[in-house]
């Protein structure tokens, strides 16, 4: 199965470059991505390699990406349709398909999503068809902290107990952008109050909670911290239980990945195989990246 390519729109054809190489990265299931320049046309030979890598690693980062935020639109365009995040005051101006990340305060303003990450969580899982993957570029970096951990659910899933797999294969949970929305709110100066508007446009949706990725068909858990709120169908008090459980195997050590930034990175993961937390840095360092996300399909 292959993803709808949308051609973005400065998409030229180019010749295929064998400079570009994939490596993992030790003891991750993780890759790099060297020897690429995102700000340059690419083959669609080169395409093909960076969607399969991306399949087969579910994390890959790019280094030494030096691009405008219009050649992260379009690169990002290339995989499928893009999403706004519903939080516009922290759109990139001029560019509503980019969302800043970041800690800054300028005029007593922040300037970007601040706590973006706070808990585990795979990208707009409260929407009917969430993201495919989403693309985090470096703009500036704080000398101390500021990793992101991605666990690999589709590993989650398959080390879970049989008698637990056979519990949860076809059951269903609600995804709510609200469920921590006050909480974190009380807390960071990064939780506008949301309009009527706003609020309207995140309706909580329900998702397997293992679900099948839709190109490489590898069951995977899909519930996280953030936004899963309850299993459908079951007693309060069973449901919390369950989710309890099912977070925490979700998100064993083991089946991490740490990425620690580097100037240049940009860091493409697939949120159909993985959840992500951010890890926070010192209040007074400061850090901002800018972030792409993809639509992708209803999960099954
Ligand atoms: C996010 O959850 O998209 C942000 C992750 C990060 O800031 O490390």
Not at 74 to 83: E, N, V, Y
Request: some cysteine.
């Amino acid at each position: 199965m292959s993803p709808t390519v949308s051609e973005a729109p400065g998409h030229t054809a180019a010749a295929s470059s064998s400079a570009i190489t994939i490596r993992p990265l030790p003891g991750s299931f993780a890759a790099e991505v060297l020897g690429l320049d995102l700000s340059q046309p690419l083959a669609d030979d080169d395409f093909r390699r960076i969607h399969q890598a991306h399949l087969d690693h579910h994390v890959l980062v790019f280094r030494d990406q030096h691009i405008t935020p219009q050649q992260q639109i379009d690169f990002s365009r290339r995989f499928g349709p893009l999403q706004i995040h519903v939080l516009h005051q922290f759109q990139l101006p001029g560019h509503p398909e980019i969302l800043i990340v970041s800690n800054i305060v300028e005029n007593g303003r922040p300037v970007g999503l601040g706590d973006a990450g706070h808990y585990w969580h795979s990208d707009l899982s409260y929407v009917e068809k969430p993201s495919l993957g989403s693309m985090l570029l470096a703009q500036e970096l704080p000398a101390e902290g500021g990793d992101t951990l991605f666990a690999d659910q589709h590993a989650a899933w398959d080390a879970l107990p049989e008698p637990l797999k056979a519990r949860v294969r076809h059951l269903k949970a609600e995804h709510s952008y609200l469920a921590k929305y006050e909480e974190l709110r009380a807390r960071s100066p990064w939780r506008p109050k949301l309009s009527e508007e706003q609020i309207a446009q995140v309706k909580p949706s329900v998702h397997p909670v293992v679900r099948a990725h839709p190109e490489t068909g590898r069951l995977g858990l899909f519930v996280s911290e953030h936004f899963t709120t309850r299993i459908v169908g079951l007693p309060d008090d069973e449901s919390r239980a369950l989710l309890a459980e099912l977070f925490e195997r979700s998100t064993l050590p083991a089946f991490q990945y740490r990425h620690v930034w580097r100037d240049g990175d940009m860091v493409f993961w697939d949120n159909r195989s993985v959840v992500h937390l951010a890890t926070g840095c010192p209040e007074h360092l400061r850090r901002r990246l800018n972030r792409t996300t993809i639509e992708g399909t209803t999960p099954q």
